[in-house]
């Protein structure tokens, strides 16, 4: 276990934790805006993956050029992300608006059930065993350094995520509809009392987040190579977890969970054994919700009367 | 409702447990196959009325009964099978596992609920993962995916008159047809009494506002820490029934998220806070699974209408979407479920009121 192989294990967790951020942060934008733990984020995810599939398949991706394949990935990650922003879109305004003004518990239950439906239509879709995706990066390694892999692959995880992240910061920062979601976030009424339209925030949040996770679910096609109709859950539930675990609703908060659960997940992978991953990280998130409920860059809120 | 007689209108549960006791004596086939299947439905209401202690009464969303379903199983299976040095017999590893795996509820429940609903929830949902991977894991202990078998059934070695009861566990699937009811009918019976106690009306209030139920001096903490122990203790209980049913624990997956999700589903299903309603849905879900889609599948295959097998043709192929659309409705059109309980839907619909 020499210094070289953790630096190793490292660089693949902050890769994998990347990814694992560009899905938090859907679920960390929609809870702050409407409280919900959109339980089927996870599973957009994976349809937008079997859209890519689709359209890898029908413009025969795996066998175009070098330029024709860097176009084609910057294409795909569009339409997936237009694909996922708009399904989201959809759902919300059809199941979760209806239900603004009922007890907590109706939107999640709900959003359970459209996390079957959508399984359901993965499962038509792509069948009920894993598909591999086809390899369409070189795994020529990058660095000159002995021992240390970073491939075109985790460079295409960079090289997406960051801007987007950057992109998304500067969104919610400086432009009008950022600061309509902030006084969305924190007070709705008020923000409706103001003039924001809290409905269009709404819908243009659910865009944002799904598209997010549209192109998170190309570059886990390309990543990962492997999707199934059942991987949404999964990766939901590490994505949730980095949300919390960065203290949801917080959209730094939900990059540096992403991060950290990349990292626990690479490195417990490595020292102590792929299978107790699951119950590493979710030991981890209970004791972190214990000591620091709020999560690690999170607001401490008073529960209100 | 004014013409069903006042006994059926006000005693349910009774006329349901004199005919369920009554059937096994006149329909044959509870002696086979179908008793078995009876059985699982009941085991599954336990689960469901435990976890309606939690989501139900006191409302905390709970996305992981099925670990301590899991956890009454496992230690039931340790306390009996040949492996292990103890075989303390089925009753008494009952015992001991219902007030274990009310412990680990307090264990688990005292540090975490203080959390806001929705972290709660999270916190449930990964501690049914740890306890999976957990149960897979340690294979010395479990067994790993083989789970730990065999379960010996209640009562191996006794014998009462010349009848080995173990034995007749055994061969005759009524035996635990009857033991399943019987826990059932006590769990009804308990459940019934502790709405009207002091402690479940103290859950009701918490639910309904826990601050005003603070300020009334009602512990919140306290409150919410025995709905825990308590869904846990019923849980665990309806697992050793389920370990000594199926004389063996079963794999692991038996016990991860989907049966954590479709218990809630069939509480929600059938009316949060209501032993009608919750016993209702579990029938449902299971229902569907055992009688209707095999039934269903095999009418569309007699009728020839998919001859290419494609799943999209075959009823179980819609199962999920099915499921989740019954959700996404009964949340929109009907929250209370439904067979709901009178203070819930009054809650619900106070403009009607």
New interface residues.
Partial sequence: MSAQFFLQQCLIGLTNGALVALVALGYTMVYGIIGLINFAHGDLIMLGACLALSLVTAFGLATAGPTATWLGIALLIVACGLFCGSLNVCVARIVYKPLRNAPKRAPLVSAIGVSFIFMNIGLFWIGSSDRSFPELLPSTNLLPVEGLQFTWKDLLVLVVVVPLMLGLSLLVQTTRMGRAMRAVSQDPTAAALVGVDVDRVIAATFFIGGALGGAASVIYGLYINTIGFQMGFQNGLYAFTAAVLGGIGSIPGAVVGGLVIGLVRSLSSAYVGERWTGAIVFAILIVILVFRPEGLLGRRTKEKV | MSRVPFFVRERWELVALAVLAVAPLVVPALGGALGGQVTTLFIYCILALGLNVMVGYT?L?HLGIAAFFGIGAYLVAILTVPMYPFQIGFLAATIVSVLATAGIGLALGA??L??????L???T???G??VK??L??LEQITGGMKGLNPVPPPGAGVKIGGLDLGLAFAIDPRWFYYLALLALAGVVVAMRRLEQSRLGRAWVAVRED??AASAMGISATRVKLSAFAMSSAVAGLAGCLYAASLSTTADPNAYD?NRS?MV??AV?LGGLGSIPGTILGVAILVGFDTVLAPWADSWIQQMNINPTGS??LSFS?????I??????LV??YR?EGLVPSRRLAAE?HEDHA
């Fill in positions: 409302g969303v540090p975490t203080r959390l806001r609903g929705d972290y929830a999270i916190v949902l990964g501690f993962e740890v991977v957990t897979r894991n826990e601050l998220f999700i809630l589903c929600i799943s999209l192929g819609w199962r999920l979407a499921f989740g659309l019954a959700l996404v949340m929109r929250p619900l």
